[in-house]
C-alpha cells in the first residue's frame, strides 16, 4: 500500500477495501493482462472487463476515437465467453496483488445469471452488473428499465453468494429510481456511471469516426454529469452505497466524488493516457487528506454540505 498515516479504509456494502480507489472495468483489461503496466497495490479492488456467457466479436474498426478531451468506443464488449474465460484468466487471478471483480453482461437474466456464476466459479471476489454498456447491437439498456434492470440483479443474486454491484447509466431518466429498484433487487452497491451516449464526425471523410455512429463518451468532460448521478442517488438513498465513476484524472476529483456521497472512486478513461495513474492519484488524496486534517477517508463520504 502507498506510505503515508492516513486512513484510506472504506466500506462498500459487505466488502471492505484497504483503498477507496478501484481500477474500473474495461480499462485495465483482464488486470491479468495489465499487471505489467501499473501498481495494482494502490486499488481496493480491479473490474476486469465484461464477459459474456458466449464470445462475442466486438464491433468492426473503427470503433475507438479521441474525441477532444474525451473519448468515445464502441469496442460492443468483445470477449471470449465465460467458459474461456474460466480456463485462461481464472487460474491467474491470484498473481495478482489486489482484489479482482468480474464484470457479467448479457443479452437477458438467465445470461447474466450463469456468467455470474462462471465468475464465482473462476475466483473473483465480486460481481459488478454491467447494465449499462452503450453499445450493444440494439442499442438496449438495462439500466434504464427499472423493472428490466432489477430482473436481471435478481437473477445474478440468486446464482451467485458474491457481493453483487450493478453499473447503471447517465442516461436514465431518473437514475435514483433505477438504483432504488436494483438494490431493492439484491445490489450491495451500485457504480454510478457507465458512458455517455456520444457520436463524432470526421470532417475529412464525412464518415462518423464510429462504424456504429454513436458510441459510449467518457474522459474528464463527463465527470460533472457521473457527479450528478451520484449526488442524487445519496440525496434519494443515502443507505445505498455508491462507487462513483466517470473523469476521474486527480486525488481532487476522488474527495469530491466522496464528499457527493460516494463510498469508493473508480479510475477509467485515465488509464489510457497514464498506466500507473492510481498511484499518482492515491498520492495526491493523502496530500489532501494531511492538508485538511482528515483522518479517514470514510469521514469524507457524504460530508458536503448543501447550500
Known amino acids: 500500500m502507498t506510505p503515508g498515516t492516513a486512513d484510506l479504509t472504506t466500506t462498500l456494502g459487505p466488502v471492505e477495501l484497504h483503498s477507496p480507489a478501484i481500477a474500473a472495468a474495461g480499462t485495465v483489461g483482464s488486470v491479468i493482462d495489465f499487471r505489467g ?101 440494439d442499442g438496449h439498456l438495462f439500466a434504464l428499465d427499472a423493472a428490466a434492470a432489477a430482473n436481471v440483479v435478481r437473477a445474478v443474486r440468486a446464482a451467485t453468494g458474491l457481493p453483487i454491484g450493478a453499473k447503471l447509466s447517465p442516461n436514465a431518466a431518473d437514475v435514483a429510481a433505477i438504483a432504488a429498484s436494483v438494490s431493492d433487487a439484491g445490489a450491495d452497491w451500485v457504480v454510478l456511471t457507465n458512458t455517455v451516449w456520444g457520436a463524432a ?73 497514464e498506466p500507473r495513474v492510481g498511484r499518482r492519484i492515491v498520492k495526491e488524496l493523502e496530500r489532501y487528506m494531511k492538508k485538511h486534517g482528515v483522518a479517514s477517508v470514510r469521514s469524507l463520504v457524504g460530508a458536503a454540505e448543501p447550500w
Open 201 to 273: 464526425i470526421d470532417i475529412e471523410t464525412r464518415r462518423p469516426k464510429l462504424t456504429s455512429g454513436v458510441g459510449g463518451y467518457s474522459g474528464a468532460p463527463v465527470k460533472p454529469i457521473a457527479l450528478r448521478c451520484v449526488w442524487e442517488v445519496a440525496q434519494a438513498h443515502p443507505d445505498i452505497p455508491i462507487v462513483g465513476c466517470g473523469g476521474v484524472r486527480s486525488g481532487d476529483d476522488v474527495v469530491e466524488y466522496l464528499l457527493a456521497g460516494a463510498s469508493a472512486v473508480a479510475i477509467g478513461t485515465a488509464h489510457f493516457a
Open 37 to 137: 503496466a501499473t501498481d495494482f497495490r494502490v486499488y481496493g479492488a480491479a473490474v476486469a472487463k465484461s464477459v459474456s456467457l458466449e464470445p462475442w466479436p466486438g464491433r468492426p474498426a473503427p470503433r475507438l476515437s479521441s474525441v477532444g478531451a474525451g473519448m468515445l468506443n464502441a469496442i460492443g464488449i468483445q470477449n471470449p465467453g465465460i467458459e474461456a474465460w474460466k480456463r485462461d484468466v481464472g487460474p491467474m487471478l491470484s498473481d495478482v496483488p489486489v482484489p479482482i471483480w468480474g464484470s457479467a453482461v448479457g443479452r437477458g437474466a438467465d445470461d447474466f445469471a450463469a456468467v455470474a456464476a462462471g465468475l464465482e466459479e473462476a475466483g473473483v471476489e465480486a460481481i459488478e452488473v454491467n447494465l449499462s454498456c452503450p453499445n450493444l447491437d
